[in-house]
């Protein structure tokens, strides 16, 4: 199972980005996949998440209102679409799916969203 995450990138406060997640070795569908965040010097946090075949999504407090979640089946990808940044969202976002444990167990290369004030 591979994911490979892209779309971040450095914008202003107020600004949009949208990040996408291809999957390769499993379906996504039947997956719970999702993006979580590091920013420096502070713990990784779940931002989103989406089980598409339960019509399932989570967001964290922070995010709720201006970022969404989503996922094209067919494409195997799920994207986060990321409305009025602020500087606090900056870090680096990664892609997840759970596993057999249900825990995140793959996981892509992270991308690094930078909002400057």
């Known amino acids: 199972v591979q994911l490979q995450a892209s779309g971040g990138g450095l914008v202003q406060a107020g600004g949009s980005l949208r990040l996408s997640c291809v999957i390769s070795g499993r379906t996504a569908s039947s997956s719970t996949m999702g993006w979580l965040r590091q920013a420096p010097g502070k713990d990784r946090e779940s931002v989103a998440s989406?089980?598409?075949?339960?019509?399932?999504?989570y967001y964290a407090p922070f995010v709720r209102g201006r970022f969404a979640i989503s996922m094209d089946s067919a494409k195997n990808t799920v994207y986060l679409q990321m409305n009025n940044l602020q500087p606090e969202d900056t870090g680096v976002y990664y892609c997840a799916a759970d596993g057999p444990s249900g825990d995140y167990e793959y996981w892509g290369v992270g991308t690094q969203v930078t909002v400057s004030s």
């Open positions: 989406i089980k598409w075949r339960d019509d399932f999504i």
